[in-house]
Nanobody
């Protein structure tokens, strides 16, 4: 089974930007990919997803217009560009993959491979 390794998290002031990266190994990158996040004491929630060709990119309403998901298939890497960050974006961000499906999903149970997570903290 492949692995996912996230990077790019950190501390940023409200209104700032961060770009998360998720490097995939093995066959993990073949299908749809997604980003989820989990704030302290809350359930894991969908942020954005991307189909294998990048043609389908659903977003959560809370990040639409501020976040952009993309992928570089030559580098087996998916990105999450986060702009105009808000304190409520503070969470651990997880990369997820469903290697055997080309369809995106907003449900965490649809993804069978997960990264270890990267902390994003937005100060007010």
């Amino acid at each position: 089974q492949g692995q996912l390794v996230e990077s790019g998290g950190g501390l940023v002031q409200a209104g700032g930007s961060l770009r998360l990266s998720c490097a995939a190994s093995g066959h993990t990158f073949a299908g749809a990919m997604a980003w989820f996040r989990q704030a302290s004491g809350k359930e894991r929630e969908f942020v954005a997803a991307i189909s294998p060709t990048g043609g389908t990119t659903p977003y959560a309403d809370s990040v639409k217009g501020r976040f952009t998901i993309s992928r570089d298939n030559a580098k087996n890497t998916v990105y999450l560009q986060m702009n105009r960050l808000k304190p409520e974006d503070t969470a651990v961000y997880f990369c997820a993959a469903r290697p055997y499906s080309r369809l995106t999903s907003t449900f965490p149970t649809a993804y069978n491979t997960w990264g270890q997570g990267t902390q994003v903290t937005v100060s007010s």
